[in-house]
Nanobody, 123 residues
Framework: QLQLVESGGGLVQPGGSLRLSCAAS????????IGWFRRAPGKKREGVSC????????NYTDSVKGRFTVSRDNTKDTVYLQMNSLKPEDTAVYYC????????????????WGQGTQVTVSS
């Protein structure tokens, strides 16, 4: 079965850090752009960050710029989202998704999605 698996979520205090991982099962991520999305309680899912297949091009939504860093290790077939200086408004279920196309906020461009991992920022 072709699927993505996120890990690394949890409960963290404001100002803390977490690193999310996204790995593939049944296929390789190495040729795909990988997007990170999140859905906060009561809100629509939004794009957070994206990294192209080479790892050389990344983008971030304004609210996380300077705090989040997306990276990939194609030798491990894994994509990471390092989240620093976390805020309560970062609380959400975080998803990774893979696309054969370029990075986009358009969810319909993505072929595979993970099941999501919960990130809760609270004191």
């Amino acid at each position: 079965q072709l699927q993505l698996v996120e890990s690394g979520g949890g409960l963290v205090q404001p100002g803390g850090s977490l690193r999310l991982s996204c790995a593939a099962s049944g296929f390789t991520l190495n040729y795909d752009a990988i997007g990170w999305f999140r859905r906060a309680p009561g809100k629509k899912r939004e794009g957070v960050s994206c990294i192209d297949s080479s790892g050389r091009n990344t983008n971030y939504t304004d609210s996380v710029k300077g705090r989040f860093t997306v990276s990939r290790d194609n030798t491990k077939d894994t994509v990471y989202l390092q989240m620093n200086s976390l805020k309560p408004e970062d609380t959400a279920v975080y998803y990774c998704a893979a696309t054969f196309l370029d990075c986009s906020d358009n969810e319909s461009f993505y072929n595979y999605w993970g099941q999501g991992t919960q990130v809760t920022v609270s004191s």
